[in-house]
């Protein structure tokens, strides 16, 4: 997974993460001294972040981006009063 990761194939070694109960044995077996668990995890992360993504909330980007939905921070209930 470290070799996948370190040559760019970061979907591939995610789907190989998938797997891993991060018991982190494979910590001491790692020449390079890498954390191989928290490199899976962040590869996971990343492939979800890059895929996974509501529709409406990419509708919404989209509307944003396109001025048809402008963001008011002065709309009444856009600034909450903090709570201290």
């Known amino acids: 997974m470290v070799n996948l990761s370190a040559a760019g194939e970061a979907f591939t070694a995610a789907a190989l993460f998938d797997q891993c109960v991060m018991c982190n044995l494979c910590v001491a077996a790692c020449p390079e001294h890498i954390d191989p668990a928290h490199l899976g995890q962040f590869v996971r992360r990343m492939a979800a972040s890059l895929t996974l993504r509501p529709a409406d909330l990419i509708r ?25």
């Open 60 to 84: 919404r980007l989209r509307e944003i981006e396109q001025g048809r939905q402008p963001i008011d921070p002065d709309a009444p209930g856009a600034n909450p009063p903090v709570q201290s």
